[in-house]
């Protein structure tokens, strides 16, 4: 191709904005799974990004230790959503039933 073919600045707006897409997939990753350990960057992270640009770079993401990533964040932004919903498990809490919890030799509380 010519220098000026206009083919070759296609291709290269082309490469340009994968190169750009990837990065933005990889940025939204991390920063979503840095913000799972701050509920306030959590927070911040689900105002300015959403959790369904999360679910988006996911998909669209190559590298399996980012895609687990992601996965994992994802997991955490869903437990956060339950638990300010007041929907939390039933498994976050044992009733203690059946369990002796007397030190050796301590008398039963009467």
Known sequence: MAPD???????ERVRSALRRLVAREEQVIERADAATDDLD???AFVES?????????IERAEDPTRVARGKRALRAFRRFRRAAAGDLDADHFH???GTDLRRDGEPPFQ
Do not use: F, N, Q
């Open 5 to 11: 073919d206009p083919r070759d600045t296609d291709s």
């Open 41 to 43: 960057a959590a927070l």
């Open 95 to 97: 009733c203690g039933r």
């Open 49 to 57: 990004v959403g959790v369904a640009e999360l679910e988006c770079a």
